[in-house]
């Protein structure tokens, strides 16, 4: 098997790190080995850092409450039901996801300074509840736990250390496998813009409050191995600084990669140790090197080694004007759906109205569209057309009116849903996943229709792995089509203003539509450019047989592509017609064409 | 000359985005830069005012090297821009989005006039300047944005796809608005993709390809080039 360069250096540096830590016991004494055991138990709680902040940007301050729940189950567990060590550590870290995931439900509802203050003020509460409640763990005293039995044996720290390093490896690899899914990427889809998250039928309660459970049971698991590795535990390993510390070594390292939980947590545990010499000046002087550390590394540890390690090969930038050639002739295999579409009218839109603080945005807009169709909407900026967009692809629900999707009410439903029915769409002011690459904003695109389960994710089955490749390649078939294959290991936020347009276009088709809303595709395209998506969007209906809903100011691609033209102006249709026959609408050139065509 | 780029070189990472672009705008000019997406059009006018820099030193406004001056100073020098996609402060009221454009300026007389005569030229803004930014149409907010360039009172204008997602009615008020301003005698720098109009617009173009400029000449000549025509102007 032959790998790319990078990769070997990758395992070669991961093998080097875990023999490193594993064969310790061998070359340490105990203290500094006690020290590795820490660092190393602290980077499972900061592996959940790392995945609940880091990757799905959800901002946590109480993970050592987690943790403490972890800690002190597996405690409890072990001294007072004499319940077996290494069944405790799962037991409590399942008991520290389930307060996770129930604490993610009220983060739906909140910006992410309340959420900060929610997971702040949990972290409080369960210190507080251990310290004061003496029947349960002797309050501040804390409790002694018996060292982890193996096999009818008590285990030295020595071969506790080896049970340490094998834990975390496997945590390490699982956290892997899940931010390398369509998981981890409904993760960071919904971390850069929850908005357009949903618009692809990520489910974002679904993933924020798992996003929080699995963040919770890397804590709870660290907490236990915290349990087995000091054997006695008080509420003082849990307080609100060590949720900080956690954070902190996160950041550190860098905090969308899991490398950095590792090197972050080995560097805040060690650090200390090293400065133990300068005792009145130890804090003080970790302070100081953090400070500087995180000024000077504004990404972490790890994005320092990317910048001077990894070498980025020069993008062609050469896709001039007209020199795209779209390559992808058919919908890939893995995008084409079951059967088609039986019902003649597609979408059909009934009074819909509605008012956004006293302003009527829609009032009683009515529409039917053929499957096949290419129905455009124009009209003045602030008409409502993208309002309409909002309540058909579900982000806002109308005030009256209904909405049918291929013979279905969809007027209730979400917008992860309606995802899923077969409702894509793009952005008029464009709403990409901007950190990630152009590849996988188009994968996230394919979110609904990649099956794996979470499980499966983490396991990396056989299944799951070919179903990724196959949704990979079609998105790299997917970025050909819209001519940005050369740029797709790019970050997103890096193409121009008119790439990014198209690239929302291959992400909205990622998910095999039957009906696309394109909102504005052509501004800020120039005309040869337009040809391009011109033809594109013919083909889109055509070949792909996906129906095609368009606001556009652009006459001449409104014109040509539509079927039928809607106007709408200060929310009320004004005019309906073919394309000629608005052309030429006294109304329409009134309120949006204008009369000099200077 | 109001403003000269020589030679000027630009890299995002190790990918070159500019390379050895040489253009100049003299006093009281429309020039009009032009090319495809991805060409380096936002990236030159960025590195202008200061928000990415050239590898060397090589931009002159009004003979005196800025190219290494920081981005608040530049504005103070008499540049101001129009961003691509407006950029305004959405939450704030328009009275709050054009006074922020004043915010280098000393003079709280002088502001008073300029904020009048921006009202003067876009009157709506006038009407709605009690309104947080986001509440206004998409017109209007592009008229904002221009707008707060101008209460910088600059002497140097540079707008990046002023009339990007609008309507075909605004997009003629907006282009006759350039050309009032341009009577005023202030110069202009145009991104625009609506080439055509630009074209007509301006009295002289560039037209960016990769990061180098491909073409330049009188706009009449550039319209009537059928080459041209055909690479970046579409056949209408």
Redesign the interface.
Known sequence: MKFPPRRQVTFAVIALALGLCAAAPLFLSNYPLFVLSLAIVNCIAVLGVNLVMGHAGQISLGQAGFAAIGGYATALLVVNLEVSYWLAVPVGALLAAGSGYILGFPTLRLGPLYVSMVTFGFGLIVVIIVQNWYELANGPNGMVVPPPVFFGRELFPREFHIAIVAIAAVLFLLARNIVDSKHGRAFVAIRESELAARGMGVNLAHYKTTAFALGSFYAGISGGLFAGLAQFINPDAFVFPVSILYVTMAILGGINTLAGAAIGSAMLTVLPELLRGAAEYKDFLTGFLLLLLLIFLPNGIVGLLRKHLV??P??K??????GRVATCNVLPTTLQRRGRSENATLLRVENLSVSFGGLKALQNVNLAMRSDEILSV?????AGKTTLFNLISGLNRPDSGRIWLDGTDITGRTAHSRARLGIARTF???DLFGEMTVLDNVRVGAHTRLKSSFLQAALRTSAERAEEARYCDTARDLLQFVGLGPYADQKAN??????QRLLEVARALASAPKLLLLD?PA?????????FLMDLIRRIREDFGISVLLIG?T??LVMMLSNRVIVLDHGVQLAEGLPAEIQKNSRVIE????T?D? | MMLELKNVNAY?????ALQDVSLRVDEGKIVSL??????GK?TTVRTIVGLNRSTSNDIRFEGRPIGKIPPHKIVRLGVAMVP??RELFPDMKVIDNLEMGAYSRASAVEMRRDLDWIYGLFPVLAERRKNRARA?????QQMLAIGRALMSHPRLLLLD?PT?????????QI?ATLRELNQQGMTILLIE?N??QALRLSEYSYIL???RIALEGKSTALSANPTVQR????A?
Request: aromatic share 6%.
């Open positions: 070498r980025v020069p993008t930038s050469g896709s001039s004007a007209g124009i009209g003045p900026n602030g008029q002011n464009l890096r193409l121009a203003f008119g790439h504005e501004a800020g395209l120039n005309s040869s450019e337009l040809d100011h006459m001449r309120a949006y064409l204008g000099d200077a | 995002y990472g190790r990918i070159q032009l090319g495809a997406n991805g060409a936002t691509e996609r206004l149409s998409g017109g209007q796809e990007l997602g609008l309507a075909p009615l605004i997009v003629k282009f993709q080439a055509n390809e990769n990061g690479s970046y102007l579409g209408i």
